[in-house]
């Protein structure tokens, strides 16, 4: 994942931007209150009696004996797949995600300092990593000697 992130901001062209913008804009704010409202309705009103209608299928006006419980399972349902899909889109590191990484960067700068001091902790971790395992095998190395010399250090 590291490699995916920028060092430092990645200039988009103005299409770049105005996708990202678009996408966000009308998949967040317009798009889901729209279709929950109209997904609802027509599915309350015109599939869900259809479906009653047909005999092996009649079970479903147990499920969602009015349109709140409807709202409520379907709801549930869709938000969960929604998610899983927005997860999926946004941890395939493609077009979308690399255009709202260059974006954010874009936005807050800060994210590049704050990349790089990262950068030196990771570092000066390996660092210390290295200098422990040098510390324990000191330490089993005396360990083994004083038991090969009996544990008795007075001689």
């Given amino acids: 994942m590291e490699e995916l992130i920028p060092d430092a901001p990645i ?15 009308w998949g967040i704010f317009f798009t889901f209150v729209l279709v929950a409202i109209t997904a609802s ?3 309350w009103d015109i599939v869900l009696p259809m479906l009653v209608a047909i ?5 479903l ?4 004996p009015n349109y709140g419980m409807f709202c409520l399972i379907g709801g549930g349902g869709v938000i969960t797949f929604a998610v899983v ?11 979308s995600w690399r255009a709202e990484t260059a974006v954010n960067f874009k936005n807050n700068p800060e994210w ?23 510390i324990r095998m000191m330490f089993a190395t005396y360990l083994i000697t004083r038991n ?7 001689g």
Avoid: C, H, Q
Avoid at 11 to 25: D, H, Q, S
């Fill in 41 to 43: 309705g027509v599915a």
């Fill in 85 to 95: 899909l927005g997860w999926k889109d946004f941890t395939s590191k493609k077009g």
């Fill in 112 to 134: 590049v300092e704050m990349r790089a001091e990262l950068k030196e902790v990771k570092a000066d971790n390996r660092e210390m990593k290295a200098e422990l395992a040098e």
């Fill in 55 to 59: 005999p092996w299928l009649s079970w």
């Fill in 61 to 64: 006006s147990i499920i969602f």
């Fill in 11 to 25: 200039e988009l062209n103005r299409l770049g931007l105005i996708w990202v913008y678009f996408r966000r804009g």
């Fill in 148 to 154: 090969v010399d009996g544990g008795n250090s007075n």
